[in-house]
């Protein structure tokens, strides 16, 4: 195995070959199974998504959630718009770690520091004209590699063209809302 920074490059363009090759191999569907629990806290449960129109089973995750004591929770874990932020900062490290191995880019240390404001009076419904959301978003990257200020360059160009939260937090994403009552007894 011809690793770097953990990755197997071999296995990386054997992936990207097949993928190529059969493009259903790259369709995935992912799931998360959220249930409150009391008060503002909840728990979201991952455990399987599928490939190419086949169910994979794998370990199973719990993710909690709650909100700061200023915002009426009891801060046992971050909330939602913190955990965005995590995920965003998992993305881009699977991001440059993967890269910078196809790229021969050795990578010495790797370090996200991610930032966003919200303001409560959209979620409260206080004020429309404020958007419930993130109003922007901060991401510093800190990259200690084996590399010149060019390759770095080239490298954050691909990442950042290629991750699936920056796209998603960059462009709008079709959602579609459910809801189903439970029956009375």
Do not use: K
């Amino acid at each position: 195995m011809s690793a770097t920074n953990g990755v197997d490059v071999e296995a990386l363009g054997e992936a990207i070959d097949a993928i190529s090759a059969e493009p259903a191999a790259g369709e995935f569907t992912f799931r998360a199974e959220t249930e409150w629990e009391d008060a503002l806290r909840c728990v979201t449960t991952i455990d399987e998504f599928d490939q190419a129109g086949e169910r994979v089973s794998t370990r199973e995750f719990h993710i909690e959630g709650d909100e700061p004591e200023e915002i009426l929770g009891e801060r046992t874990a971050p909330n939602a718009v913190e955990l965005l932020l995590a995920a965003l900062g998992s993305c881009l490290s699977v991001g440059y770690a993967a890269n910078a191995a196809a790229m021969g880019i050795e990578l010495e240390e790797l370090q996200f520091e991610m930032e966003g404001d919200v303001d409560l009076r959209g979620f409260l419904g206080i004020d429309e004209d404020v958007r419930p959301g993130y109003e922007g978003i901060t991401c510093t990257a800190y990259v200690d590699a084996n590399a010149s200020e060019e390759d770095l360059a080239e490298l954050r160009e691909r990442v950042e063209a290629t991750s699936p939260l920056i796209d998603s937090i960059r462009n709008t994403v079709p959602l579609e809302t459910n809801m189903v009552l439970a029956s009375r007894h």
